[in-house]
C-alpha cells in the first residue's frame, strides 16, 4: 500500500521555465510534508517542508503548495537551472507528537532534468 | 557542521552472507534513522532509534536484520544471512529530538547480494 505516490518517473524542462513536481497521498493522519533532493551516489537532502495548516510555503526559487481536501501537493521551481537535476523525492510525516511521530513516508520519486 | 557519516560506501556479498553497516551522526543528534532505498523505490524506515532506545521498528525483517545503537551515538546495522532483495542502499539519518523534521542523510551504503 503506497501511501505516498510520485506518479512521474521523470520531467524534462528547459533551463529558465517552470518545474511542477506532483505528490500524493492517501494518509490523512500526514500532518507534514517535505521534498527532498538526491544527487547519485549521495544522500537525499532537504529542500524544503509545509506543515498541513498551510497550503503554501515559499523559499526562494522554491515553492511547495498542499492541497489538503485534494491530498495533493506540488513543488515548483521557478526558474529552473541545470544544477537542479536531480531526483526529487516527496515525503510525508504525522501522528503523535511522541518521537514515533517523524518517520517519513517517501514517494519513489521523480528524476528532473533541466536542459541548458 | 559534520555530516552523517557511514562505511563502508559499497559492499558485495554473496547470498547467506552476513554484513555490517556503520553510522555516525551528527553530534548531539539523539534521533538516528536507518532506511533502505530500494532502486526505484523510494526510502523506507527500517528502525528508528531515540538515543540508545528503540522508538520504531516495525519494518525491520527481525529474522535477518539487527541494529544496535549502544551508547546512543554511532550505530550498527546488520544482516545475516543476507538475501538477493536485500541489494540496496542503506541510509543512516539523524535529527535533534524535537521538531525536527528535515533530519539529515548520510550518503549511504550500497550493498550488492549476489
Known amino acids: 500500500d503506497q501511501q505516498v505516490k510520485q506518479n512521474s518517473p521523470s520531467l524534462s524542462v528547459q533551463e529558465g521555465r517552470i518545474s511542477i513536481l506532483n505528490c500524493d497521498y492517501t494518509n490523512s493522519m500526514f500532518d507534514y510534508f517535505l521534498w527532498y533532493k538526491k544527487y547519485p551516489a549521495e544522500g537525499p537532502t532537504f529542500l524544503i517542508s509545509i506543515s498541513s495548516i498551510k497550503d503554501k510555503n515559499e523559499d526562494g526559487r522554491f515553492t511547495v503548495f498542499l492541497n489538503k481536501s485534494a491530498k495533493h501537493l506540488s513543488l515548483h521551481i521557478v526558474p529552473s537551472q541545470p544544477g537542479d537535476s536531480a531526483v526529487y523525492f516527496c515525503?510525508?510525516?504525522?501522528?503523535?507528537?511522541?518521537?514515533?511521530?517523524?518517520?517519513?513516508?517517501f514517494g519513489k520519486g521523480t528524476l528532473l532534468t533541466v536542459n541548458p | 557542521e559534520a555530516g552523517v557519516a557511514q562505511s563502508p560506501r559499497y559492499k558485495i556479498i554473496e547470498k547467506r552472507q552476513s554484513v555490517a553497516f556503520w553510522c555516525n551522526p551528527i553530534?548531539?543528534?539523539?534521533?538516528l534513522y536507518w532506511y533502505q532505498q530500494i532502486l526505484g523505490q523510494g526510502p523506507k524506515l527500517l528502525i528508528q532509534f531515540q538515543n540508545n532506545g528503540v522508538v520504531d521498528d516495525s519494518q525491520l525483517p527481525k529474522d535477518r536484520f539487527s541494529a544496535e545503537r549502544l551508547k546512543g551515538v554511532d550505530s550498527t546495522l546488520k544482516i545475516q544471512p543476507a538475501k538477493l532483495e536485500d541489494s540496496a542502499v542503506y541510509l543512516c539519518?539523524?535529527?535533534?529530538?524535537?521538531?525536527?523534521?528535515?533530519?539529515?542523510f548520510g550518503s549511504g551504503t550500497r550493498l550488492t547480494v549476489v
Open positions: 539519518a539523524s535529527s535533534r529530538t524535537t521538531g525536527s523534521y528535515g533530519y539529515t
Open positions: 553530534s548531539g543528534h539523539a534521533t
Open positions: 515525503a510525508a510525516s504525522g501522528g503523535r507528537w511522541d518521537g514515533s511521530n517523524y518517520k517519513l513516508t
